[in-house]
């Protein structure tokens, strides 16, 4: 899921690397070593998804738009049926969006305050807060979101706590749910979320709000009209920070989430393990995912020219 | 009313408390302050201040930066609170009501201006804010874009403004929900020399057109002369003086003033007899020491024998090419400095102080005498002013 976010990142920034010829060459490093990891792994998903499906994992290279037609059509089991539209795999999609966005929402609510608060510190003790933030990241995902497995488990710690305080009578379930899924997306992610927003307000011009309640606006009414249209480039940053490595995130639907709640990591994991796999259907997943995410971005880029034209 | 030191807690809003808390000033008293203090964690910022503001005056705000007049500006705006005193609006204690609902707006220095909203949008928010008909604020917003002549500028952005059309703006959106008050805090500060000074006026007309009362805040004198009614001169967190320009200029009440506003020499004297006492005009025979006797005016009552300065301002020294009699001042001419309308000379004056004139360059003052001569010194009649230390 790294190309995605490199990707993402080269439409987010514009480039205006025209006119500085000399420095460009202080960015050949970075190119060759992104190009090479991530240029060359995207055709390879390319080239394998219209490829042939060796049974035992690996591809026999022979034309084939069979990965394709695997995840939007059913041919029945020998596939000699007529076509009709498979909604498996378009559903897996539309679980695993529905779920990020749930867990971007999330990060926002929780996010936003978070950044506000951070950056209307003094000046001295924002980079304590912003260091506190990034804690997490000192341990290695995989132990936080099995840690996190541990934790809520019905006879967890958490649940232990609870019915010993006698806040609830019985366990509340929530390994294998979707709710568990959010969490865990939403704990991975929510420092995506705070730092750019952060960084949004952090620029902001205070006066501005100070002028707006010279003018008679409310605390709520500067908030909603003079801060949020001006952090709006914050925002919809972490937005895209949280959402896409969401959207694809592997570790917490397949720890968190179960059989059940299976999202697109999972489905093009199980695709390159061991000998049941399917490499080109994985590299087809892989390939509309990475479109569904390059539409989104293009999207979003599209409003922000046209935001830009109207100014 | 005695209201000295008692504290303000600004979260207690209560608005039957605000009426109750009504004072006995005139009625044409739009901005009253009674025993003002503001102290932060170990500064003092404002010193127990007390000032009215009548309704419809150009009253300033005038100090050096770190005097107190920007913090006491964010007070009546609403943007800080008070330690000790109290602030009326029109009678009324506004001192727990929060910026928001205070009829009164500010002109800020950096004029922040919305930057994502339109010139007309800009000028509008504060009316939407206070909730007036969309017809009412179309026709001010154009009538406010026509006082500040910037009628063709209505949809552009604040970022394709110049500075002088910024600041047009920023006064614009403050007026345009005719607030009671308007606060001004030193706007003309970012612009360059020649637009400061045609703003001066135009300001000064905008605020004779609309009528509402101004409360400007500047470090620099000539604004502060040009335009107000009243000065009041601010330092270290203390009133200094309230008056007219004139009366701050030629009139200063202590050191800080006369310094401060203006150029002016200093000479230490002993008073040595009170002529004529008429409670604020004195007029005093003063020793210079070392040099001889003067008549001054004072202010205040003072007794035989006080210390202090007599302070002259230099357009009132002429340089006289002969002396005239015995008890004249006399000094040797160092310096002659030319300076387009005036002439600047400096007096080594025969204490060894040093003296500073300016003389006009017109044939009847020119000054004949060159650097080396020894001349005499005349001064214009009142121009002399004792000042205790």
């Known amino acids: 899921m790294k190309s995605q976010s490199n990707s993402q990142q080269n439409n987010i920034v514009p480039a205006n690397a025209t006119f500085h010829n000399q420095k460009n060459k202080l960015l050949l490093p970075a190119w060759l070593v992104i190009g090479f990891f991530l240029v060359v792994p995207v055709l390879m998903m390319l080239v394998y998804s219209f490829l042939t499906k060796e049974f035992r994992g690996g591809v026999i290279w022979e034309f084939s738009l069979a990965a394709y037609d695997q995840f939007f059509f059913d041919r029945g089991l020998f596939g000699d049926e007529p076509a009709k539209i498979d909604w498996t795999y378009i559903k897996i999609y539309g679980r695993s969006a529905l779920q990020a966005l749930i867990a971007t929402l999330l990060c926002l609510v929780i996010g936003f305050p978070t950044a506000y608060y951070i950056a209307t510190r003094p000046v001295r003790s924002r980079p304590l807060w912003v260091f506190l933030i990034t804690i997490p990241y000192w341990v290695n995902l995989l132990i936080r979101t099995v840690s996190m497995k541990f934790l809520i488990r019905d006879n967890g710690p958490l649940n232990t706590w609870l019915l010993q305080a006698g806040i609830i009578d019985q366990p509340i379930h929530l390994i294998n749910t979707n709710l568990a899924v959010q969490l865990g997306l939403f704990y991975s992610y929510l420092p995506f979320m705070v730092l750019p927003i952060y960084a949004s307000i952090e620029r902001f011009d205070f006066s501005l709000s100070e002028a707006a309640a010279d003018l008679y606006a409310s605390r709520w009414t500067t908030l909603r009209q003079i801060i949020l249209p001006m952090v709006k480039p914050g925002i919809i940053a972490g937005c895209i920070l949280v959402f896409v490595p969401s959207l694809g995130a592997f570790l917490a639907p397949d720890l968190l989430g179960g059989a059940k709640n299976f999202m697109i990591g999972s489905l093009i994991e199980e695709q390159f393990k061991g000998n049941a796999g399917n490499w080109p259907f994985g590299a087809a997943s892989s390939m509309i995912l990475l479109i569904i995410v390059l539409l989104v971005l293009l999207i979003y880029a599209r409003n922000e020219s046209h935001a830009q034209g109207a100014r | ?389």
Do not use: W
């Not at chain 2, 004297?269 to 040099?291: F, H, M, R």
């Not at chain 2, 002429?318 to 400095?337: D, F, P, R």
């Not at chain 2, 102080?353 to 360059?361: E, K, M, T």
């Open chain 2, 1 to 389: 009313m005695n209201i000295t030191d008692q504290s303000i807690d600004r979260n207690a809003n209560s608005p039957e408390q605000n009426t109750l808390l009504t004072t006995d000033v005139p009625v044409d008293t739009a901005i009253d302050i009674q025993n003002l203090s503001k102290h932060y964690t170990d500064v003092v910022a404002l010193d127990n201040i007390s000032l009215s503001i009548k309704d419809k005056e150009f009253f300033t705000l005038l100090g050096p930066s770190g005097c107190g007049k920007t913090t006491l500006l964010r007070i009546i705006a609403g943007f800080e609170s008070v330690s000790a005193g109290k602030v009326f609006l029109h009678g009324k204690s506004i001192a727990d009501l929060p910026a928001n609902k205070r009829p009164i707006n500010t002109v800020f220095q950096q004029y922040s201006l919305f930057p994502h909203m339109s010139v007309a949008d800009n000028i509008k928010f504060g009316m939407q804010m206070k909730g007036s008909s969309a017809s009412h604020i179309n026709q001010r917003c154009e009538q406010m874009l026509a006082l500040v002549q910037l009628s063709d500028y209505a949809t552009r952005k604040p970022s394709q403004l110049s500075g002088g059309q910024a600041q047009r703006v920023a006064l614009a959106r403050a007026l345009a929900p005719e607030p009671e008050v308007l606060l001004l805090d030193e706007p003309l500060s970012a612009l360059d020399l020649k637009l400061r000074q045609a703003m001066r006026l135009e300001l000064k007309q905008i605020q004779q057109e609309t009528g509402i009362t101004f409360i400007f805040v500047t470090h620099d004198q000539e604004e502060a002369l040009t335009m107000s009614d009243r000065i009041a001169v601010m330092s270290a967190g203390k009133i200094q003086q309230i008056g007219s320009a004139h009366t701050i200029y030629e009139k200063p009440q202590n050191r800080f003033v006369a310094d401060f506003i203006g150029e002016t020499n200093m000479l230490e004297s002993t008073v040595t007899q009170v002529i004529d006492s008429k409670g604020s005009s004195n007029a005093l025979v003063c020793e210079l020491t070392g040099l001889g006797q003067i008549t001054a005016s004072s202010s205040a009552d003072i007794a035989p024998g006080t210390t202090g300065s007599v302070c002259i301002r230099p357009e009132h020294i002429s340089i006289l090419e002969t002396a005239h009699n015995e008890s004249q001042l006399k000094g040797t001419l160092e310096q002659l400095v030319y300076m387009g309308t005036d002439t600047q000379a400096t007096i080594r004056l025969t204490n060894g102080a040093s003296l500073l004139v300016r003389s006009p360059n017109s044939a009847a003052q020119k000054i004949t005498a060159q650097p080396g001569d020894t001349v005499g010194i005349g001064t214009d009649e009142n121009a002399a002013r004792f000042l205790i230390d």
